[in-house]
Structure formats: C-alpha cells, structure tokens
C-alpha cells in the first residue's frame, strides 16, 4: 500500500513538475527564465547552430535531389506553421489585436512571399525576399527584440527559429535552386519597397497600426529615438535602407561584374 502511494506521489509529482515547466515556457511573464543576454552564451550557440545548419542543409540539397525535395517541404510546412502556432500564443496570452492576427513588417511579408516561392517560384518575389528577408533577419538575429524570453523559452526558440529560416530559405534558393538576381535588382526592391511602405502608411492611418514605424517611432525605446522627430527619422530610415540593401547587392555587383569580364575575354 506504501509503496503504490508513494508511486503515484512520485507520477503527480512528476505531471506538476511538467506542468510548471510548460507554464514558464509559454509564460509572458518568466519568473524562473533569466531574460535575454545580448551576445551571451545563448544567443552566441544559437546563432552558431542556424548558421551551421543553414550550411550543411544548402550543401546537402545541392549535391542530393532528394534532400532537396525534402527540404523544400520542410521548409514550405515549418515555416508558416511557426507563424500561426506564434500568432495563436500571443494571441491567448497577450492582448487581442490586429498587428498579433496580421503584420505588414518586412519580415513578416518576406515569409509569406517566401511561401508563395515554395510553391511556385517568382524571379521578382526571389529579388524581394533577398534584400527584405535577409536585411531583415539578420538584423533580427542579431540584436533579438526578446528582452525576457531567454532561453529556453518558447519565444527564444521562435524568433530565432522563424528568421533563421527565412535566410535559410533564400540560401536554398541560391545555392540550392542556383537562382540569381537580374541586373537592376536593388534599384527595383528600392523602388518596390518604398511604395511598400506609402501603401502601409495608409493601412496604419486607417487601422490605428504603426507598421514599420512609419506613421510615428515605436512605443518602446529603440534607436529610432536617435533619429530625430517624425518624419525627420523616415529620412534616415531611407538612408539606412539604401546602404543595407547595398551591401545585399554588393557580392550580386562583384559576380556580375566578373562574369562581364569573363564574357569580354572570351570574345577577345
């Protein structure tokens, strides 16, 4: 009789145990979880994890056909399946809005776009997503705006997830798929994303949303607070923009260039 109480203790001890470690995985709030450490142990693996698993899976679908066919479904399953399971635990654990149904940020579009790529691949959609998805995810990655959610949290795990892919899937595109970007490329994504965003200005007049911060500067502090005043900052912004996209472009310039030098040769 001791010993069957003391295995079901052991069995309920063991499902509290779980269930307080799922509460604090999914919490807005961790208490246990130390927050998030900028360039700490952490954040350090995590970026040598994804940058490892990005190579060898791009190496792996363009030597084998196979992998690739795999890693393609893969990624056109996980990645918009991450998106809603973190559309639907913002929205049960935090405020419902509409900026947690649907985002208009570039990161976010790069996804969808990236989706539609899987499915049926665009030359246009490709040139977009290079220069959003990886301008974007990188910086994401880098300087991660998850200041209490530490590892291992969920929203650790999915931030770094969900921007990873994205570069991962451009990878695969391009050293994968061997898709490469057309002359003009960036002056075109410029001019594309600029009146991405008028149309997004107008969106967030209408819906009271601020999507990429050009309708004012966000509502935590950020280092748009050192670009001046609205819309002194969406100049800067712009600058910023043109010379991010620049060095995106700048390998693409390199290759071109040489490949012309190539072409000269031969005909010489």
């Given amino acids: 009789m001791i010993r069957k109480s003391l295995k079901l203790y052991k069995v309920f001890t063991l499902i ?35 940058a490892g698993s990005i190579i060898i899976c791009t190496l792996l679908a363009r030597r084998y056909v196979q992998f690739r066919k795999v890693y393609r479904w893969f990624m056109l399953i996980m990645i918009p399946l991450q998106e809603i399971v973190y559309k639907v635990w913002d929205g049960l654990l935090g405020e419902t809005r509409l900026s947690i149904v649907f985002s208009l940020h570039l990161c976010s579009a790069a996804i969808i776009l990236i989706v539609i790529m899987l499915v049926r691949y665009n030359q246009t959609l490709f040139e977009i997503v290079y220069f959003w998805g990886l301008g974007g995810a990188i910086q994401a990655l880098i300087t991660p705006d998850i200041t209490y959610s530490g590892f291992p949290h969920f929203r650790f795990f999915q931030v770094f997830f969900s921007h990873g892919m994205i570069i991962a899937a451009v990878f695969y595109f391009m050293f994968s798929e061997r898709k490469k970007l057309r002359k003009g490329a960036l002056l075109r994504v410029l001019i594309i994303t600029n009146a991405y965003a008028m149309i997004v200005f107008v969106i967030n007049q209408i819906a009271g949303t601020n999507y990429l911060f050009v309708n004012r500067k966000p509502d935590t502090a950020s280092l748009i607070d050192a670009l001046g005043p609205w819309p002194v900052y969406l100049i800067w912004l712009e600058v910023i923009m043109v010379i991010v996209f620049s060095l995106l472009y700048l390998p693409v310039f390199i290759r071109q260039s040489a490949e012309k030098k190539e072409v000269r040769l031969c005909e010489e």
Avoid: N, R, T
């Fill in 16 to 50: 509290y145990s779980l269930d307080m470690d799922l509460s604090e995985f999914f919490s807005k709030a961790p208490k246990y979880i130390e927050p998030f450490e900028l360039f700490g142990p952490h954040h350090l693996l995590a970026l040598s994890v994804i």
